[in-house]
Structures are given as structure tokens and as C-alpha cells.
């Protein structure tokens, strides 16, 4: 222990200030993490030879990213401080492509977003709808409507890898609510994805 080379300021500086170790233990938490609350008709996960065409709008990040690279995902980022203006840009661009979409995927993380997805669902009512919540789990109370709906409690770009290896089924959904989401899910609530769930593993208080 004592013969351990500790690096010097500036070489950590070079490096961004990472810590290999430290982000190894962030992504294993952050996969822990992810929370499937709402799934459906086995809406989730996102695989190409069930969808022929998804939308995403969410934010700039690592969810963004990942999913973009898929061939039948189509990504529309949103900021995370809009003007008035951009908010109409937003919703119009979801909308229009949504004309031949089967599935958009909203990613939040305020309530601007909140809003635009509610906005664009009020534009679409037909085109089924999940969400990810990058923030809060209470959002679900505005989304109520959505077929999925998943938190990871954190948008940090740990959380947002893990939340798209989740919704593409590259990795498992395994995480329980911390709290109750009143009229909807009590503590302790998840639905396993990608794993053998117990029976009676999911509780629901009073809407399925």
C-alpha cells in the first residue's frame, strides 16, 4: 500500500481528472439503477425486428448518442434551457417526424421536456409513447398516458449508457422505486426486464 505511486497534479489534470476505477464503480451502479416502472405490452426493449421505425427526443447525452447509431432509431435532441421559440421548433420537428414512426421514446430530465412530450403526444395521440425519466420519478404523473415508463434518478452520462443499453435489451433492467409514487407505484416497485423476476415482483397501488 505505502509503495503505491500517487500521480502528480499535473498528470491528473492531463488526464481530465478520471479515476478508471471510480467510473467502473459508477457505471455498475448506474446499470443497478435503471428502474423499469410501466412496460405495456412488452413495449420496451427498443429491438429492430419488432420496431421499423422509433423516434427519440431527449436531450443531448449519452442516451442520445447510443441510440442514434441505431438504423431504425431516429434521434431529435432537445436543449435543457429552451427559449419560446426553440419549444415550438422542438415539438413541430417530433411531430413531423412521427408521420410514419410506430414509437417515440421522450427523454426528461425537467419539466420543459415534460411539457414538449405531452405537447407532441397531444399532436400524435395514436403513436405510442415511453419514457425515461433522466430526474424525477414523480413525472410519471404528467405522463400517465405512456405505455413505459423508466428512471434512472440521475442524468449524468453513467446513468444515460446505462438507460440505452437497457431500452436496446443489451442489458438488464433491474433497479426498484425508492419512493411511492402516489396513486400509481409503491416503494420497492420495479418489473424486471432481461432477468427471471420473482412472482407478484411488481406492486401496484391503483392504476395498472
Avoid: W
Wanted: a positive charge; charged letters at 25%.
Amino acid at each position: 500500500m505505502f509503495e503505491r505511486r500517487l500521480p502528480g497534479l499535473d498528470e491528473v489534470l492531463e488526464e481530465g481528472n478520471r479515476n478508471p476505477l471510480h467510473e467502473k464503480v459508477a457505471a455498475r451502479i448506474a446499470r443497478e439503477a435503471v428502474t423499469l416502472v410501466r412496460n405495456h405490452g412488452d413495449t420496451l426493449p427498443l429491438r429492430k425486428v419488432r420496431y421499423r421505425k422509433v423516434v427519440v427526443v431527449s436531450p443531448p447525452g449519452a442516451f442520445a448518442r447510443r441510440l442514434a447509431k441505431e438504423s431504425h432509431i431516429q434521434v431529435i435532441t432537445t436543449p435543457y434551457i429552451p427559449n419560446r421559440s426553440r419549444r415550438a421548433q422542438d415539438v413541430q420537428r417530433a411531430v413531423q417526424a412521427l408521420a410514419d414512426a410506430v414509437l417515440v421514446v421522450f427523454g426528461v430530465v425537467n419539466r420543459y421536456h415534460v411539457v414538449c412530450a405531452r405537447r407532441v403526444m397531444r399532436e400524435r395521440p395514436d403513436t405510442p409513447a415511453s419514457v425515461v425519466s433522466f430526474a424525477s420519478p414523480y413525472y410519471l404523473t404528467a405522463l400517465s398516458e405512456v405505455e413505459a415508463y423508466a428512471c434512472t434518478f440521475s442524468y449524468q452520462e453513467a446513468p444515460q449508457a446505462a438507460a440505452a443499453e437497457a431500452f436496446l435489451g443489451n442489458a438488464p433492467m433491474t433497479g426498484r422505486l425508492p419512493i411511492t409514487i402516489p396513486g400509481f407505484y409503491d416503494y420497492g416497485h420495479r418489473i424486471a426486464l432481461g432477468e427471471s423476476a420473482p412472482e407478484n415482483e411488481a406492486s401496484v397501488v391503483s392504476r395498472p
